[in-house]
């Protein structure tokens, strides 16, 4: 059974700070790997997927890396600001035939102005 | 584009009261469509998920059903709610063999 971890569960940091949030996960054939923005009381919005077969992803400020072989994914946030401040989740495909997505239980993270 | 709807944001019902949550998708035919629930200190669950109208599958058994009654229409539904169906309900949805999922804006469920 897939199970993903994110680590540390919170995260708080001073503004302009750059940052690496972790994400890992047991079994390592996977389809594809998302990164989610959720603010509090909201829904999921999408900032990254990796598939399988690339080893990263980029926009904007953010950058997502994957190695599949060690089961990890970190999610790098460049110059950060407080409106990066949210709970950030990552989750995992199993296969291209597979409806679910596995997910961790998120960092929140905190940017203090 | 497309974009996803989810219904009420909030909701306070008594235990043993029936629940119905609704989620449309504009933009798309024949989406993948999914609930999953968010409970505190835990991650996102899957509850259902749907390939076409009137195709329900479920991936853990428990007070809860799911209809497809429209193409783009989902909805979750109790009979009778647990103090145990609380949490935050998640809709969403993916292209038929896409590769990424979107997510409504969820619905917030308090049962008391």
């Known amino acids: 059974k897939q199970e993903v971890t994110q680590i540390p569960a919170a995260l708080s940091v001073p503004e302009g700070e750059n940052l690496v949030l972790n994400c890992s996960f047991t079994?390592?054939?996977?389809?594809?790997l998302q990164w989610f923005r959720q603010d509090p009381g909201k829904g999921l919005t999408s900032l990254l997927l990796?598939?399988?077969?690339?080893r990263e992803q980029t926009s904007g400020r953010l950058n997502a890396s994957l190695d599949k072989s060690s089961g990890r994914s970190t999610l790098y946030i460049a110059a950060s600001q407080p409106g990066d401040s949210a709970t950030y989740l990552c989750?995992?495909?199993?296969?291209?035939?597979?409806?679910?997505?596995?997910f961790g239980k998120g960092t929140k993270l905190s940017v203090i102005p | 584009s497309q974009t996803i709807h989810q219904w009420p944001a909030t909701l306070v019902q008594p235990v043993g009261s029936p629940l119905s949550l609704e989620c449309t998708v504009e933009?798309?035919?024949?989406?993948?469509l999914y609930w999953y629930r968010q409970a505190a200190g835990r991650g996102l669950q899957l509850l259902f998920y749907?390939?076409?109208?009137?195709?329900i599958s479920s991936e853990v058994p428990q007070n809860l059903s799911a209809s497809r009654p429209q193409d783009r229409q989902f909805i979750l539904s109790s009979k009778k709610l647990l103090l145990s169906d609380s949490g935050f309900y998640l809709c969403?949805?993916?292209?038929?063999?896409?590769?990424?999922?979107?997510f409504g804006q969820g619905t917030r469920l308090t049962v008391v």
């Open positions: 969403a949805w993916r292209f038929p063999g896409g590769t990424e999922a979107f």
């Open positions: 990796i598939q399988s077969s690339q």
């Open positions: 933009g798309t035919s024949n989406p993948n």
């Open positions: 989750a995992v495909r199993p296969g291209a035939g597979s409806y679910q997505l596995t």
């Open positions: 749907s390939v076409g109208i009137g195709q």
């Open positions: 079994d390592s054939a996977i389809y594809n």
